[in-house]
């Protein structure tokens, strides 16, 4: 079924709603398992939760990366053990610790986290294997640590490391993550290949061997006009002559890479309506349904056009509009959401096909941090629905 066909057919029953491609989803972990054989990968749970995504990844032997027990939960009831559940997270408490131990393996992103964990072992009398979040005397850019509220500063997780009795708390694992969307495959190899050093100091201050190293990975996707995709069969060759040199000393080592706007980035479409057209001062308004509280990012980019965050922000113009309806004649217009705010602002003055109220208007790139970052419960209007289309031609919702 076309794309085009299911979302006209979806469009004429629903106001406003998500539709992703399981096809979408499957091609892109292929191409990450073929090119990357000697990887576990995980994914990103906080990019997009929707169950059926989430069943389709993990059908395909990937881990978990949670950032909360409410996601750990998710992950665990749909059949991944504490092997496959990886929690990263700044700021656990106490109760979070308590509640993800046992279920998945904590990646502890203090020191004083790594000291409440001890707390809890001594009251359990027990050993607990976690993994430390670092950040790292490098960058994409060169050798210069950078400020950042994630992970414990390098310097100071092999101080203390060095100094740990792991009599309550060992240390199997590290991770690192200092960007989520680099396009630049040099850069983003270098990186890997400060992250293997980084492991071996790390190694030399617990003085054993880790059972695994979480990469991260950096890797984006392409949004606007001149973007261009990641070499993966280059960074996957690079990579996997890495690990079997690296192996030859590390031969149980268990190399990881966590991606989330990679995986889904590029399956998702966000389907709403135009529900009224009006003119002020020369400027024409086209209000949609569910903009701000249906799929924030575009509006959040429209006006924060001069900063930009990997994850939850975007470049302005990343987010391609259509239209169904092509009447031929081109118009200057403002898209706007139907809240009473002025931040529901989706693009200004952009050029597009004529537009009437009733016509379909779809945007691109909704797969990743769209939904999940939407505040739909703001101004109690009816929520967007999610569909699901999988690559046997079913529509799930």
């Not at 999940?372 to 079913?394: L, N």
Request: glycine share 6%; net charge negative; charged share 25%.
């Amino acid at each position: 079924m076309e794309t085009r066909y299911l979302i006209e057919r979806l469009a004429s029953r629903y106001d406003s709603f998500y539709l992703y491609d399981e096809q979408s989803i499957v091609s892109q972990i292929n191409l990450l398992q073929k090119n990357f054989p000697s990887v576990d990968f995980l994914y990103s749970v906080k990019c997009n939760a929707n169950q059926n995504i989430l069943k389709s990844i993990f059908a395909k032997n990937f881990c978990a990366s949670v950032s909360s027990v409410g996601e750990m939960e998710l992950a665990k009831n749909l059949g991944l053990g504490r092997e496959k559940i990886f929690y990263y997270a700044p700021g656990k408490s106490m109760e979070d610790l308590r509640s993800s131990y046992q279920d998945s393996v904590i990646v502890a992103d203090s020191i004083s986290e790594i000291e409440r964990l001890k707390y809890l072992a001594k009251i359990f009398n027990e050993q607990i294997e976690i993994a430390v979040r670092i950040n790292p005397n490098f960058n994409y850019e060169k050798d210069e640590g950078l400020p950042c509220r994630f992970g414990i500063d390098e310097s100071d997780a092999v101080s203390y490391l060095e100094k740990l009795d792991e009599l309550y708390v060992k240390v199997v694992g590290i991770h690192t993550q200092i960007k989520n969307q680099e396009l630049d495959c040099s850069k983003i190899n270098r990186y890997y290949k400060k992250v293997f050093q980084l492991a071996e100091k790390i190694e030399y201050a617990v003085g054993r061997r880790l059972d695994f190293i979480n990469i991260g990975s950096g890797i984006g996707i392409p949004y606007v006009d001149g973007d261009r995709d990641v070499n993966i069969q280059w960074l996957g060759s690079e990579m996997e002559e890495r690990i079997s040199n690296f192996k030859i000393t590390h031969p149980k080592i268990r190399v990881m890479l966590t991606l989330g706007r990679y995986v889904v980035g590029k399956c998702g479409s966000y389907v709403t309506h135009v529900i009224d057209k009006k003119k002020s001062h020369g400027k024409t308004f086209v209000i949609l349904q569910n903009c701000l509280n249906g799929f924030a990012r575009p509006a959040i980019s429209t006006l924060a056009d001069k900063y930009f965050s990997e994850s939850v922000l975007a470049k302005v113009n990343t987010f391609g509009i259509s239209t169904l309806s092509d009447s031929g004649e081109l118009e200057k217009i403002t898209l706007a959401g139907n809240t009473c705010v002025q931040e529901d602002l989706v693009a200004e003055e952009i050029e597009m096909p004529k537009l009437n109220i009733g016509d379909v208007v779809i945007f691109s790139n909704a797969g990743g941090y769209a939904s999940v970052f939407s505040p739909m419960q703001f101004s109690q209007k009816k929520m967007p629905v999610q569909f699901f289309f999988t690559v046997d031609g079913e529509i799930r919702i």
